[in-house]
């Protein structure tokens, strides 16, 4: 711990290089034995992270926190030994802590602290899988939402670089500021290269509804969608999500994931015409910047 103290000790710091950040990550853990974490980046992620200046850390009495800057508030990520209670500590924005489990192993414990630290428990998200098996369905129900599209003068378009400001503005006005997570340049040209993106457009083109997702090998990951509040309630959402599934099993994937707000229960309705729950949960903790 004599180590730790020495390189990362006093208050918030940002990380300069991947190096760095591997090099803080190693000797923490060194030091400090088997830790529990709710961190899942990959390295191109963190690339893009540190490339845009956007990746802090600070260590919190026994608590390694790596902080990804947002426009409105941090996404916390923290390592701490298993017999270790988490610690928090004062920052310049809002702070976001997501816990992912299942009912059985959920991190039950790590939120009751987080919560005793001054965290707000904020949104519940249930995790659901789409597979090839519903095709049949979604075919028909495709149908039903091509003509329904074609009758309102919607078209589809993939995502260009240019959408994103008018996009991002339309998932954080539909969604919450803190469910939507701000793209570096690196993932928004990714997004427009492999047709990642699926943008509905009226007649004068204006984006209407957008949804982004990833694809991995035969996984594909379901990002945002969200309509634009003029469009709400009319079917451009469920339209636009058929429209993004049959596009996504069209490229070879086996198996669809992606989170709903455990209470909106129309999406819920929605998601469950062609996906089932895998049991996982995803709890946010939200600390205000005056903590």
């Given at each position: 711990?004599?180590?730790?103290n ?5 208050g918030?710091?940002?990380v300069?290089?991947i190096?760095?950040w ?5 000797e923490?853990?060194?030091s400090?034995?088997k ?21 802090f ?6 608590t ?15 390592y ?5 209670k ?13 816990l ?12 009751n ?8 428990l ?11 098996s ?6 028909k ?19 260009h670089g ?33 047709k ?7 007649e ?10 990833t ?22 959402g ?7 599934l ?9 198996k669809?994931?992606f ?6 229960i129309?999406s ?11 049991g996982?949960f ?10």
């Amino acid at each position: 711990m004599k180590n730790v103290n020495k390189n990362l000790g006093g208050g918030i710091r940002r990380v300069d290089s991947i190096e760095e950040w591997i090099m803080i990550l190693k000797e923490f853990k060194s030091s400090m034995g088997k830790c529990d974490t709710n961190c899942y980046m990959n390295i191109p992620m963190l690339e893009g992270y540190v490339e845009e200046h956007r990746i802090f850390y600070s260590v919190i009495q026994s608590t390694l926190w790596c902080y990804i800057q947002e426009r409105e508030y941090y996404l916390g990520y923290y390592y701490v030994p298993k017999n270790q209670k988490i610690c928090v500590d004062g920052i310049d924005k809002d702070l976001v802590v997501s816990l992912i489990g299942t009912e059985s192993k959920y991190a039950l414990v790590r939120e009751n602290e987080l919560v005793e630290e001054g965290g707000r428990l904020f949104k519940r998200n249930v995790e659901y899988i789409s597979t090839e098996s519903i095709l049949p369905v979604l075919s028909k129900m495709k149908q039903k939402c091509n003509g329904f599209i074609l009758k309102m003068k919607i078209h589809y378009d993939f995502f260009h670089g240019v959408d994103y400001e008018e996009m991002y503005k339309m998932f954080k006005e539909r969604i919450d500021k803190y469910s939507v997570k701000l793209l570096t340049g690196k993932c928004i040209r990714q997004m427009e290269r492999e047709k990642e993106g699926i943008i509905a457009r009226a007649e004068n083109g204006k984006i209407v509804a957008a949804c982004c997702f990833t694809i991995n090998g035969n996984i594909a990951i379901l990002e945002n969608i969200a309509s634009d509040f003029a469009y709400n309630g009319i079917g451009i959402g469920s339209s636009l999500f058929c429209q993004e599934l049959s596009e996504i099993f069209s490229r070879g994937v086996k198996k669809a994931f992606f989170w709903v707000w455990e209470n909106n229960i129309e999406s819920r309705k929605m998601s469950e015409r062609f996906a089932t729950l895998t049991g996982r949960f995803s709890q946010y903790i939200v600390f205000e910047h005056n903590l």
